[in-house]
Structure formats: structure tokens, C-alpha cells
């Protein structure tokens, strides 16, 4: 661990397209709609061993480097002060979980803009907890000044050559089949089945590049970087500011790229599919079980909407809440996304024997795939999604996974159909 943080976030001017100005392929991003956190650099870094309290031992590391950061923060909005991007294993027995402080985050929303940079003092120069506060904000205003990266040019991904990971299709699909044999006999309700596609480029892949396809895009979802995990996810576990929290729940998928009738009609037959509608009526319960006991408030839609992206379709309902004043100061936005993790949307229901039967049934370790991934502030504020539509990238080489959820009423070859269509964002991303 480093030694104490000294943190300064300062007012910028608009910078324009954030994820254009990361200075290197090393790249830690979080954008919607344009606005949000992109970072680069390392602070300071901690990875997690694999286990079921990763995330409370991500928690709590965090908090001993932010409660002890000496911080000048003229901005003070959620993702100003101290910053850590994080990439969590899906699985808990699954080595990999990360938290990364950047040396630099540029910021916008609202129509603010911000530039936080970050010092790790080495830990024979820390100070003393009783130093003077002027102290640390002469050592804050001391810190060099950061300078925002002039956009450059970037090679895109060439002589891309594909294969299929450690399940071929057809075996996928039977795969599909046994999962379905067990919900028939009653040992679950529903499993998420996982299909793995590799890639190898000529030379190294940039991530920068995957990242400015997927914001253009896929302007609706959080375009997200952190640690090679790079990706364009639709699906928000959990956002707080303050005491409010969201939730954004997606289950039940249909394409949604041919004509403005074709895709009404999917849409519509979705809306109506009883097998969608119980898929995505578990993973609402899992939100409700998760965060009503952590709240003073909670509403959450009665009935799923049409959420509409540029390749697919999904039912999406919304949760609002206000966190208990008891639960606040407990719970930042990560320890929230660990209560929700993982939901039925992506391991299933019963949800230890689902994890059980994805062990079996997939052949190979998910990692950080469709585990939480997002970012918190020292003041417990952040955003945490799933990612989803994302590939892990190491040098010339990505590894790209797709699942889909298994019910009684499941069909392999469109399950199949679905997993493909859910590849593309990273395969368009790939290929330009």
C-alpha cells in the first residue's frame, strides 16, 4: 500500500470528448451521453484475492487510503476528490478483482467540468495525524500542475483472426439443453449459460479505440474501461449520491436492428412473452431483497418498459430509493453493488445452484465478466454496472463473452441467436 493521498480537483474548462483524451492505451473510463470519469496513470492499485468478501476488503482498503487523503477539492460533486475504478470477479472462487486510483480523472457533468489529480506520498513521508490542515492544503496546492492530453491519433485493430472459445456452438447449445433438462426437474428456476469468443489482432490492441466505437455507438449504455476489461454496458446495478440510489434492471432480450416495424413487432412480442416476463421478475426480486432493507424509501416500477439500443432490446425496470440514515454512512456505492451481486440477470435463480451449474456447464472461468464494474468517490457516491457487451483485452489478444438467461421455455438455437447478437457491440467495436 502507498502512503497517504494528496488530492486536488480544480474547475476546468469543457474539454470536449473525454475518452478522446486519454494520453494511453492504459485507459480507466466511465461515460454516458458524453458526460462522466475517464482516468489514467496508477496511485495506487489493489487487487483483491478471489473469495466472497472481496468486496469488503476492497471497502475497506479504499477507506483507509481515502479517510487518510489529504484532499483540496474546489468542485466537490460526486466523482471530484479522491476516485478508484474497479473491475470485480463474477464468480467468488474467480482470482482478478482490481481497484485502481489514477493519478488523473477528468470529469463533466451537469455542465461542470473537472480535473482531480492524485499523489501517493512514499509511506516514510507520511505525515503525522496530528499535522495542521493548512499543512496538508499547502501540500495539496504544491502538487504539480496536471494538464489535460491533446487528442491523438490512434490505430485501429487489423488482421483480426477468430475463434471459438473452449465451447464450440453446438456444444454451447447442448450445454443450453442440460440446463433446461434441470430447470424441468425442478433443481432451479433459472441459470445465465455464457459463451466465450477469442480474437487475435496483429498488434497490440488500444482500448481507446474500442472505447470511442462503443460511446458513438452505444451513446445509452456506460461505455467502461478498467484493467483490460473494456465495454458498453446497458445494465446499472446500483448508482448513489448521497442517499439516493438507482437501479436500472434489464432481462428479456430481443434484436432490434432491422426496419422501425420489424423491431416494434419484436418489441412488442416481448413486452407480451410470459417466458421474458418471469425472467425478468426474478431479477427485480433480487433488488428488492437486496437494497429494501437498506432503505428508508424504495420504488420500483410495477410493470417492465421497452428499453430500445442500436442492436438489441430489453425489458428494463426502475428503482428508486433513499437509503436509511442508519445505512448511509455504512454503505458506499460499492458495498451496494456487492448487495445486489450477482442478480439473476446474470447467474440465475435459485442463486447458489445456478452458480453450481454455470461451474459445470460453461468449462471456463467468466473472470470479471458480468461482475460489477463502475467507480466510487471518497464520499461513497459512484456507479456500478455489469459488464456486459465487454471483452478482456491483453496485447494483441481479447477475449469476448455473451450469456443469455435459461428458463423452462428456453430454445437452444435462439438462446444461440441471442448470445451472437450480444457479441456485436464488441465485434463492431473490433472491426470499425
Known sequence: MPGRLVVRTSRVADPGDLIGRLPSPAALAWVRRGDGLVGWGNAASITLPAGPDRFAAGEKRLRELFDSALVTDEVDVPGSGPVAFGSFTFDPTSEGSVLVIPRA??????????????????????????????????????????????PMPLEPPSGLRWSDGRLTPPAWEKAVAMAVEAIHADQLRKVVLALELNVTAARDIDSRVLLARLADRYPDCYTFSCAGMVGATPELYIRRTGRKIYSLVLAGTVPADGSPEQDAALGDALLASAKNQ?????????????LRPLCADLTIDEHPFL?????????ATEVHGELAAGEAAKHSALSLAAAV????????????????????????????????????????????????RCGEISGRHARLIAGCGIVAGSVPAAELAEAQAKFWPMRHALEG
Not at 482531480?116 to 516514510?124: C, D, Q, R, Y
Not at 418471469?278 to 437486496?290: C, G, K, L, N, P
Not at 428499453?307 to 425489458?315: C, F, G, M
Open 105 to 150: 480523472v477528468l470529469g463533466r457533468a451537469d455542465g461542470r467540468s473537472w480535473l482531480t489529480t492524485i499523489e501517493a506520498l512514499p509511506e516514510s513521508a507520511a505525515l503525522p495525524e496530528s499535522a495542521a490542515a493548512d499543512t496538508f492544503a499547502d501540500l495539496a496546492r504544491e502538487l504539480p500542475d496536471a494538464t489535460i492530453p491533446e
Open 341 to 388: 451481486h450477482p442478480t439473476a440477470a446474470v447467474c440465475g435463480t435459485p442463486t447458489e445452484t445456478a452458480m453450481e451449474l454455470i461451474r459445470e456447464l460453461e468449462g471456463m472461468d467468466r473472470a470479471r465478466y458480468s461482475g460489477p464494474v463502475g467507480w466510487v468517490d471518497g464520499k461513497g457516491n459512484g456507479e456500478w454496472g455489469i459488464a456486459l
Open 307 to 315: 428499453l430500445k439500443l442500436a442492436n438489441v432490446q430489453h425489458l
Open 278 to 290: 418471469d425472467e425478468h421478475q426474478y431479477v427485480v426480486a433480487d433488488v428488492r431483497t437486496a
